[in-house]
Nanobody, 125 residues
Framework: QAQLVQSGGGLVQAGGSLRLYCKVS????????LGWFRQAPGKEREFLAG????????YYDDSVLGRFYVDKDSAKDTMYLQMNNLKPEDTAVYYC??????????????????WGQGTQVTVSS
């Protein structure tokens, strides 16, 4: 009964694609901003992409711009991360997060209020 429930992830070869899912299960009528982060061993949590729920405005970190795409299905209360042309350096645990403080897409993990359980993405060379 977590507020954010993730699915997807797995093992993929370099150059391949994966799609991650994040379903919002609580307070679905008042979603402001959802974001995607990842954290590799020994590294800090890194912002990847975010989406404003009303209007669908998006923002991407330069490291994934042009390869990763964030979208949503409002009828299903679900956010997606389509990851293309994956590289070994994309290997990490991927998290979705909810920001309830406003409509601006923030990039700091501390600005987000709720987190999914995380899912492992491993890209082999």
């Amino acid at each position: 009964q977590a507020q954010l429930v993730q699915s997807g992830g797995g093992l993929v070869q370099a150059g391949g694609s994966l799609r991650l899912y994040c379903k919002v299960s609580e307070r679905t009528s008042s979603i402001y901003v959802l974001g995607w982060f990842r954290q590799a061993p020994g590294k800090e949590r890194e912002f990847l992409a975010g989406i404003r729920w009303i209007g669908g405005s998006t923002y991407y970190d330069d490291s994934v711009l042009g390869r990763f795409y964030v979208d949503k299905d409002s009828a299903k209360d679900t956010m997606y991360l389509q990851m293309n042309n994956l590289k070994p350096e994309d290997t990490a645990v991927y998290y979705c997060a909810r920001q309830d403080r406003g409509l601006q897409i923030e990039i700091r993990p501390s600005d987000y209020d709720s987190w999914g359980q995380g899912t492992q993405v491993t890209v082999s060379s």
